[in-house]
């Protein structure tokens, strides 16, 4: 199931124990609730937001940046479950890249109608490292530009994309996400970053 989609890109469906993920991502928001976190202009994003690990992924009034404290409560970010740092290790390898370790999981949380708009991740020290990308609930339409043209990718749950080399600092952005057709109880789509931000 590895496909190279770009250079630098690879997917990898139905790659995930979905149940168990999923369980994890309650388990962190228990301990650190999604929120929205704001753009430097004081505007709160679409994606609710949380983190697990070593280092977390804020915004607010003053930029963006990693941080080991979540600023809502004051406390370490919750520990990465070893499920999620086991799936982002395999992944990396099967695309690979071999002996990532991740210190910051950021957790996006997507309501129906929301997107991510095109940006770069450019926060992190290390773009040696790739980034895993766990997808999980609604279907997404993940959007990257690679070499001036946009390609799309039908992102569904369990699927994991790996970014690395020539497509690490790549545009990219989530189309906003719509309903199921069979219109299943799934009111999310989440979507685990898994990177090495120092
Ligand atoms: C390609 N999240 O949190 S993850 C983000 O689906 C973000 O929630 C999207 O973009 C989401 O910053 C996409 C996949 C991803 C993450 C980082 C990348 C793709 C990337 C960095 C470079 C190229
Ligand atoms: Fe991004």
């Given at each position: 199931?590895?496909?190279?989609?770009a250079?630098?890109?690879?997917?990898?469906?139905?790659?995930?124990?979905?149940?168990?993920?999923?369980?994890?991502?309650?388990?962190?928001?228990?301990?650190?609730?999604?929120?929205?976190?704001?753009?430097?202009?004081?505007?709160?994003?679409?994606?609710?937001?949380?983190?697990?690990?070593?280092?977390?992924?804020?915004?607010?009034?003053?930029?963006?940046?990693?941080?080991a404290?979540?600023?809502?409560?004051?406390?370490?970010?919750?520990?990465?479950?070893?499920?999620?740092?086991?799936?982002?290790?395999?992944?990396?390898?099967?695309?690979?890249?071999?002996?990532?370790?991740?210190?910051?999981?950021?957790?996006?949380?997507?309501?129906?109608?929301?997107?991510?708009g095109?940006?770069?991740?450019?926060?992190?020290?290390?773009?040696?490292?790739?980034?895993?990308?766990?997808?999980?609930?609604?279907?997404?339409?993940?959007?990257?530009?690679?070499?001036?043209?946009?390609q799309?990718?039908?992102?569904?749950?369990?699927?994991?994309?790996?970014?690395?080399?020539?497509?690490?600092?790549?545009?990219?952005?989530?189309?906003?996400?719509?309903?199921?057709?069979?219109?299943?109880?799934?009111?999310?789509?989440?979507?685990?970053?898994?990177?090495?931000?120092?």
């Amino acid at each position: 199931s590895p496909a190279l989609i770009a250079p630098g890109v690879v997917l990898l469906t139905a790659f995930s124990d979905v149940a168990v993920l999923k369980s994890q991502i309650e388990a962190v928001s228990l301990l650190a609730p999604f929120r929205h976190m704001t753009t430097p202009g004081g505007r709160p994003m679409g994606a609710a937001m949380t983190n697990c690990g070593p280092l977390g992924w804020v915004g607010d009034r003053n930029g963006y940046r990693y941080e080991a404290t979540d600023p809502l409560t004051g406390r370490p970010w919750p520990e990465m479950p070893s499920a999620f740092m086991t799936l982002a290790r395999r992944a990396a390898e099967t695309a690979g890249f071999g002996n990532f370790k991740p210190d910051a999981c950021l957790i996006n949380r997507y309501a129906v109608g929301v997107g991510m708009g095109m940006h770069r991740d450019v926060d992190e020290l290390d773009r040696e490292a790739p980034i895993v990308s766990v997808s999980l609930g609604l279907t997404a339409r993940f959007v990257i530009r690679i070499e001036g043209k946009l390609q799309k990718i039908e992102l569904n749950e369990g699927d994991v994309l790996v970014f690395g080399g020539p497509a690490r600092e790549a545009e990219h952005g989530v189309r906003p996400v719509r309903h199921r057709e069979d219109s299943q109880p799934t009111d999310f789509r989440f979507n685990l970053t898994l990177r090495k931000a120092r």
